[in-house]
């Protein structure tokens, strides 16, 4: 049996679809991710699954359970750690941990159990007696995830469960994940807009942009299946000339157009970068930077959806506010790589 | 998930009674009101001829559950504002997500702000005694209890339906203070409802709040407008529709 088993799964609000049609399966065991932009829908995904949030259509089940028919004993079954911080800040660690415990049913003898142990698994032992309020960020996040451990769950989800912590606590928080995964045997799914977590945390990750599902694999096999390097050109403007010299050559697999760069996917990139330089020049291309590299996640997403994950959440944010050609956006990848490059 | 979780109900309630003890502000801040009300009118027109008092019953023996009763409506409206403060931190969604029916959430909200809502208005029964309260015995504190706890179960049911229908703390502010005045007014617990034009004493019938005042001055000072009875009848019903009203209101809340 799967632990998770979603399919057709479609949420509308009014006349946006957030989620749509979406069919894929975790398995038992598993560290899976859902990645994508801001807005691609992995939060609202995540809400239906843990029942917050009720179906357009589709169905979905947790451990076997129907997430509409059988809400009680998927809500048994799940733990989850939410996006932005809910614990009560007045009452200490332990308290918390109590207070969740007697909403899942712990009796008495059961609590006093597991709560230590709990205590122990997120390394709040020393501060358990502690109020809250004066947790730092990483050890409210870790009694969060202590949190959704009590009862026990089969699957734990957390959504971004490294949004606004610094890059220390980052890497620790990877490891209690990991930790887990492999220790407790208990399925995780996370969401994240982050590729390197993604990458260094998950054993397979579904990418998802706006709503839909766009491939879901290995962080190897999505990486590998582009083949090859990828020569990022920065130009002066986006000469067609360039490009049809670009569908002439044998050697160039595929390349993917984004405001003033164009990401060109090829075998050996390291001797072909003379060439491209060489075909610039020719058709009087002024090259401003030139960056070659392995394929990454955001490599794959940028293939597979035609752009890079910060400008769609630009636009997303865009049309909220106003319409705006997504050409001329700016560009807002720089913090985007600054965020991947912390931990590296 | 069933119906009725004690357990669940227990730990809503122990949540809200530590949050409570915890925050000193609060008890200060939600008995200043009654007490400046209390202080004010029983000393400012002690010793006045009021239209309507009952025969005998002083001034400020006539206040005294008149205020325990609005302390009691201010209670009840911080039961209400802590669902809404749950809600902008996120920690309701912890509550949601948890295999604990809406109604047993419900019942353990109104545990919870009843609880400390009636210690609020002990200790203003308490604090009244030095300024000159006599109660009318020993004997008439159960039923004092008896009636505090149906006005809380009352007002904390409206206060948790009034919640369910805003989405953030500030709407739910304005509506309750435009609500507990009028409520209080047309109870009958500063003064009698005699003087009213006919009309709006109507209004006061329908009004829980006239019967619980009324109930607790029966107990506590021997004189009541109507029969015992009619009041704890009047609070039962009242109680019991304002819990369902809150359950099935809250039933409906989005939880995203």
Known sequence: ?344 | MSLVDPLGIYGLWLRDVKRFLRTPSQIIGSLAFPLMFLVFLGFGLSGAAIPGLPEGVDYLQYLVPGIIGFTMLFGASFAGLAILSDQDVGFLKEILVAPVSRTSIVLGRIAGGSTTAIVQAVLILLISIPLGFEFAGWLSLPLTAVFLVLIAITFVGLGIALASQFSDSEGFSLIVQFLIFPLLFLSGALFPIEGFPEPVQYLALINPLTYGVDGLRAALVGASTYPLIVDFGALVISSVVMVSLGAYLFERVEAV
């Open chain 1, 1 to 344: 049996m799967d632990a998770i088993a979603i399919d057709g799964l479609t949420k509308e609000f009014g006349a946006v679809t957030a989620v749509d049609n979406l069919s894929f399966s975790v398995e038992q065991g598993e560290l899976f991710g859902l990645l994508g932009p801001n807005g691609a829908g992995k939060s609202t995904l995540i809400n239906m699954l843990v029942t917050l949030l009720q179906p357009s259509e589709g169905a979905a089940r947790i451990n076997g359970h129907d997430i509409t028919e059988e809400q009680g004993k998927v809500r048994d079954s799940l733990g989850i750690v939410f996006q932005e911080p809910a614990v009560d800040e007045e009452l200490t660690g332990a308290e918390n941990l109590a207070f969740h415990a007697r909403l899942y049913g712990k009796r008495k003898t059961e609590r006093d159990e597991r709560i230590p142990e709990v205590l122990e698994l997120v390394d709040l032992v020393d501060e358990a007696d502690m109020p809250v309020k004066n947790y730092s960020g990483g050890m409210q996040r870790r009694l969060e995830i202590g949190r959704g451990l009590m009862h026990e769950p089969e699957v734990l989800f957390l959504d971004e469960p490294t949004s606004g912590l610094d890059a220390r606590t980052r890497r620790d928080t990877w490891e209690y994940i990991q930790r887990l995964n492999e220790e407790v045997g208990m399925t995780i799914v996370i969401t994240t807009h982050f590729m390197d977590e993604a990458d260094f945390l998950c054993e397979r990750v579904a990418i998802m942009d706006q709503g839909t599902v766009v491939a879901v694999d290995s962080p190897e096999n999505l990486t590998a299946s582009l083949g090859g390097d990828i020569v990022t050109l920065s130009l002066g403007g986006t000469p067609k000339e360039l490009f049809d010299r670009l569908d002439d050559q044998p050697w160039v697999r595929e390349y993917t157009v984004t405001d003033t760069d164009v990401a060109i996917t090829l075998e050996n990139g390291d001797t072909r970068v003379a060439d491209l330089v060489r075909l610039a020049d020719e058709v009087g291309v002024v090259i401003t930077s030139v960056d070659l590299h392995t394929p990454s996640l955001e490599d794959v997403f940028l293939s597979l959806t035609g752009s890079t994950m910060a400008e769609r959440e630009a636009t997303t944010t865009d049309e909220e506010s106003s319409e705006r050609d997504p050409s001329n956006g700016e560009r807002t990848s720089d913090d985007h790589f600054e965020a991947a490059e912390v931990t590296e």
